[in-house]
C-alpha cells in the first residue's frame, strides 16, 4: 500500500490555492493573475507533489545565468513561458526562485466560450517544464502588455463584458505563444535536427535489430522518452521541421523498412508484417497500399 505522503495533493479550486500559499482571496472564484514581484509566495507550503483542477500559465520574468536546453543554451535569457493543463502532477525544487507573473484559469470560466471547445489544440500545454516557452525581448513586452491588460480588467468594476473580454486576453495569450513557438522551432533548427537524427537512428535500430519483432510497433511515447523530451513537443517539432507527426514518420520509416525487404528476400507478406511489429498482417497491408498506392506484393512483383 503507498504512503499518503506519495500521493499528489489535488486543488480543485482556486481560492483554496490561495489560501494555501497565504494569498489574498482572488477578485474573481474562476481567474486569478499573481504577481509574485510584489506579493511574497510561500510556496513552502505546496506538498511535494500536486497537481490543480485548472490551467496554469507561468511567466518567470528573470533566469539568472545560462540554463540548458538538452545540450543547448537557451536562445534568449528575458524570460520564459510554462503551460500546465489540469491533471498534470508538478512539483518545486527547494531552489526554485525566479520573479514574474502567474495566470490561473478554471475550465469552467471558458466553458460556454468557443476557446473552451478548442484549448487542446495549443499543444504546449503537454509539454515538458523544459521545453518552456522562452521569450526575446520583444515578445516579452507583447506578454506583459496581455497580462497587464487581464490584470487591469480583474481590477475593474465586473458587468456584463467582463469575462468575454478575459477569455479573449486569455486566448490571444495563447495565440501569441503559438506564433513564439514556431519561432522557437526555427530559431532552434539546428538543434530540432540533431533531434531528428537521434529519432531516425532509434527508428533504424528498432528495424534492423527486430525489436519490433518482440515489441511491436515502437510508440510516440516510448521514443519520446528515450530522446528525453515530451510526446508533443516531439510531434511539434516534426511538423516544423517536416511538416508530419511523430506517428507519420513512424509509419513512413516503416514503409522504407518494408520496400527494402519486398525488394531483397522472399519472405511472405505475413512474415514482414511481423517481423516489422504488426499484430495481424491485413494492418500492414492497408498502410502499405495507403502510402503507397500498392499492395505489398504488387510492389515486390513491379520492383522485379
Same mark, same amino acid.
Given at each position: 500500500?503507498? *504512503? ?9 479550486s ?23 514581484? @510584489?506579493i511574497k509566495?510561500? *510556496?513552502?507550503?505546496?506538498? +511535494? ?12 520574468e528573470k ?11 537557451y ?8 503551460f500546465? $493543463?489540469?491533471?498534470q ?7 526554485? #526562485? ?6 490561473l ?7 460556454n ?14 509539454? $515538458?517544464?523544459?521545453? +518552456? ?31 468575454d473580454?478575459?477569455? @479573449? ?15 522557437q ?5 539546428a538543434?530540432?535536427h540533431?533531434?531528428? $537524427? ?18 511491436g ?6 521514443? $519520446? +522518452?528515450?530522446?528525453?523530451?515530451s ?28 520496400? #527494402? ?6 519472405? @511472405?507478406?505475413?512474415?514482414? +508484417? ?11 497491408n ?7 498506392k500498392? @499492395?505489398?506484393? #504488387?510492389?515486390? *512483383?513491379?520492383?522485379?
Amino acid at each position: 500500500m503507498k *504512503k499518503e505522503e506519495n500521493i499528489p495533493r489535488k486543488y480543485d479550486s482556486i481560492s483554496g490555492l490561495h489560501r494555501v500559499l497565504g494569498l489574498p482571496k482572488p477578485l474573481h472564484p474562476l481567474v486569478s493573475l499573481i504577481d509574485n514581484t @510584489s506579493i511574497k509566495i510561500e *510556496k513552502d507550503r505546496l506538498p +511535494a507533489a500536486f497537481l490543480f483542477d485548472f490551467y496554469k500559465i507561468s511567466y518567470k520574468e528573470k533566469i539568472q545565468g545560462r540554463l540548458k536546453y538538452g545540450q543547448s543554451y537557451y536562445d534568449f535569457e528575458e524570460g520564459s513561458l510554462v503551460f500546465t $493543463a489540469p491533471e498534470q502532477v508538478m512539483a518545486i525544487a527547494d531552489d526554485t #526562485e525566479y520573479l514574474g507573473k502567474t495566470l490561473l484559469f478554471h475550465p469552467d470560466f471558458i466553458r460556454n466560450h468557443p476557446l473552451g471547445q478548442h484549448i487542446k489544440k495549443y499543444g504546449f500545454f503537454s509539454y $515538458a517544464i523544459h521545453e +518552456a516557452l522562452h521569450l526575446s525581448d520583444k515578445e516579452k513586452g507583447v506578454i506583459v502588455e496581455v497580462f497587464r491588460n487581464i490584470n487591469e480588467e480583474l481590477h475593474a468594476n465586473i458587468d456584463d463584458f467582463s469575462q468575454d473580454i478575459i477569455v @479573449s486576453q486569455i486566448e490571444l495569450l495563447l495565440n501569441y505563444s503559438n506564433r513564439f513557438y514556431k519561432r522557437q522551432f526555427i530559431t532552434r533548427k539546428a538543434v530540432n535536427h540533431d533531434l531528428l $537524427a537521434k529519432l531516425d537512428d532509434l527508428l533504424n535500430d528498432y528495424f534492423n535489430d527486430q525489436i519490433a519483432l518482440m515489441k511491436g510497433l515502437p510508440t510516440v511515447p516510448d521514443l $519520446a +522518452a528515450q530522446l528525453h523530451v515530451s510526446s508533443g513537443y516531439l510531434s511539434d517539432m516534426l511538423r516544423s521541421l517536416t511538416g508530419q507527426s511523430t506517428q507519420q514518420h513512424i509509419h513512413n520509416k516503416v514503409i522504407e523498412k518494408a520496400k #527494402e525487404i519486398l525488394s531483397v528476400s522472399n519472405l @511472405s507478406v505475413a512474415e514482414i +508484417a511481423y517481423q516489422l511489429g504488426f499484430e495481424r498482417p491485413q494492418s500492414f497491408n492497408k498502410l502499405f497500399k495507403r502510402k503507397t498506392k500498392l @499492395s505489398p506484393l #504488387e510492389f515486390r *512483383k513491379s520492383f522485379n
